[in-house]
């Protein structure tokens, strides 16, 4: 069996966060650890309040993990602010040949800010150029590049603005397009779509945390960057349509779809 690891914080409702990362690593058949950045007050209406953990607990979550068990892939979500990015990024360094994928949270489905300016520039400086692959939504890829993203178009130029500032690769993700749900990939040579009919729903809570979550377990099991993008694109959108509703707010995806409807193996 491989092991992955999600750096993140914790969601009560467990649609989003370690909580949705887990599920996820478990439907590929991964092994899931956990270091939590946060622990948040929060359900499928959104998010009510944060407290993030002291730096050196979360480093200490990370090294003692990787003292024990073998690393074979990373997920960073929730890193709370610009110490516990900080501390993440020492512990990481440490151990240059782990794929890390980097989901930069930096704004709640409800709308609720995760991030301040200095935790962004924190993780532009520290955390995208040790990451293999980051995952930003449209928001996100506006924060971290001060363009404007709308289209497609805009969405592969961003893809290249991120690459110089040191990402390895990305995935600009679609959701907030209007029609499909269009992901770009781009690994600074080639450029690769990912579209996929937009399901109407509003159970999206945790999307952004599974499909990464999803790579990470993909690549843990040995997969090509590229075709672990593909894989968990499939996955994500497979989630989506098979998610059931519950709670008030936005519910959560299926995990389990896979299971439970008989579909193909992802592995």
């Given at each position: 069996m491989r092991h992955a690891l999600t750096i993140?914080?914790?969601?009560?409702?467990?649609?989003?966060?370690?909580?949705?990362?887990?599920?996820?690593?478990?439907?590929?058949?991964?092994?899931?650890?956990?270091?939590?950045?946060?622990?948040?007050?929060q359900n499928t209406?959104?998010?009510?309040?944060a407290q993030a953990l002291k730096p050196g607990l979360v480093a200490a979550q990370i090294g003692c993990l990787f003292e024990d068990i073998r690393v074979d892939a990373v997920k960073i979500g929730m890193t709370a602010d610009a110490d516990v990015i900080s501390a993440i990024a020492?512990?990481?360094?440490?151990?240059?040949?782990?794929?890390?994928?980097?989901?930069?949270?930096m704004v709640s489905t409800s709308g609720h800010a995760l991030l301040d300016p200095a935790a962004v520039h924190a993780l532009t400086r520290q955390l995208l150029p040790l990451a293999a692959l980051i995952t930003p939504n449209l928001p996100e890829t506006t924060?971290?590049?001060?363009?404007?993203?709308r289209t497609v178009e805009d969405m592969r130029t961003a893809a290249v603005d991120l690459i110089a500032l040191g990402a390895r690769a990305v995935v600009v993700k679609g959701g907030h397009l209007d029609g499909d749900a269009?992901?770009?990939?781009?690994?600074?040579?080639?450029?690769?779509?990912?579209?996929?009919?937009?399901?109407?729903?509003?159970?999206?809570?945790?999307?952004?945390?599974?499909f990464s979550s999803a790579v990470a377990a993909a690549l843990a099991n040995g997969k090509p960057l590229p075709d672990a993008v593909r894989v968990a694109k499939t996955y994500i959108s497979e989630a989506i349509a098979h998610a059931e509703t519950l709670g008030?707010?936005?519910?959560?995806?299926?995990?389990?779809?896979?299971?439970?409807?008989?579909?193909?193996?992802?592995l």
């Open positions: 993140a914080g914790s969601d009560p409702s467990g649609g989003a966060g370690i909580q949705a990362d887990l599920k996820t690593f478990a439907a590929f058949g991964v092994y899931g650890m956990s270091a939590i950045t946060a622990a948040t007050v209406c959104g998010v009510r309040e020492g512990e990481l360094r440490k151990h240059p040949g782990v794929p890390v994928v980097l989901d930069p949270v924060v971290l590049t001060g363009r404007e993203v269009v992901d770009v990939f781009f690994d600074g040579r080639d450029f690769l779509l990912l579209p996929q009919p937009r399901v109407a729903t509003r159970n999206t809570h945790g999307t952004g945390c599974t008030h707010g936005h519910g959560p995806v299926n995990h389990f779809y896979a299971a439970t409807f008989g579909s193909a193996d992802l």
